[in-house]
């Protein structure tokens, strides 16, 4: 039995897959062609539109990391940084000795160190606040690796390592130290950090002036 025209057309409608109005089809292909993505149907449309935001989530997220990398080596490594005029990054043998004897009879702390020693990094801290707490001392910091001979000429083996230096006298201390046993330095500086001279400042420019012209 046929059915009403109708009723043909009510069922043939139920049966109708939904595509795209026929003006939207250029736009769709001229996007499909600008993000190299292909698509027919709207399922297909849906799971490239997807796609397309995880892909720019992706983008962004890298971006990020990115920015995030990059302000982070911008800013100096721990061993870069100073605690104050009195604190100098020693880079020869040459401007070792000059600064001894610049210093005068001002007591001077040699900190021979290492940038991949982890207790050399953790008692950094430490040590830059004893040095802007004393700042008629003066510091030189020594790396290892970049100064092997002058640390061999010294007898350094193990990181950290402090040496301790006055006037005539020479050298007066040296020891090993960690951040566990930093009362050790401390305890130096007091039985050696005597009868200062007042003009601190002028001998730490001295020393920096010494390490500009080399």
Known sequence: MSLPTSFRSLSSSTRTVITPPI???????????????SFSTSSSL???????????????????KVQALSAETEQPKWWEKKAGPNMIDIT?????????????????IVDFYGTWC???????????????EHPEILFLKVNFDENKSLCKSLNVKVLPYFHLYRGSDGQVDSFSCSLAKFKKL????????????SDHASVSEQVEDSTSSL
């Open 118 to 132: 982890a207790s050399c990094r953790a008692m950094f801290p430490k040590l830059c606040k004893t040095a802007e």
């Open 92 to 108: 020869s043998t040459e401007q070792f000795l000059n600064a001894l004897k610049d210093a005068g009879d001002r007591l001077v």
């Open 46 to 64: 849906t799971s490239s539109y997807s796609n397309l935001v995880l892909s720019i989530r992706s983008k962004q997220s890298l971006s990020q």
């Open 186 to 197: 401390r305890d130096a500086i007091e039985r050696h950090n005597v009868g200062i001279s």
């Open 23 to 37: 003006g939207i089809t250029p736009f769709l292909n001229s996007y499909n062609r600008f993000y190299g993505l």
